[in-house]
């Protein structure tokens, strides 16, 4: 089976203040699946580190002010092509991320208020017919052989893609 995860969750410093998050469950997950490691924010050519940025009104901004809407689309094209060349029957991404996140985003005040969205990528996956969660969801299943299709079968978000 192959998963698509952000690269963030497997440890990789690629978020905005330079950090990673690594999620001890998705690394389970990680041993006993093939991954395809992505992060569409990076794979757009932003820099590590960046300032945050948070959607608004359609669009994407950093919290310095600039338009970043036509850079989160071309990285998460860019990271649905590396999907598309080895395709996957689920995603596991980083939760409330403005490129990653899974029904949640924040709101675009940059005040931690959460409301209900799709990150840019997530939303384009999601299209593609691929189930896509966050890591709170592979958090909840219990590890075991049969972990990432239980994550696929109980999170009720998708369906399988391959
Ligand atoms: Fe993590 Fe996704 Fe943000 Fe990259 S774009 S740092 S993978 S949440």
Redo the contacts with the bound molecule.
Sequence with gaps: MRVAV????LG?P???DGGA?PCPEVLELAEKVEVVR?????ASGLPVPRPPAEQRDGRVFLSDGRDVTAEFAR?ADLSLAAVRRSPVSLAV??AK?????VGLVYDGTYTGRLVAGQ?V?AERLAREGICVVTEDIVRECKPSVEHPVAIVLGSGLGHLGS
């Design positions: 952000s690269a963030c969750l990789a690629v978020r905005y998050k992505v992060c569409p924010e990076t990285g991404l980083k991320s403005p490129s990653c996140g990150g990528f």
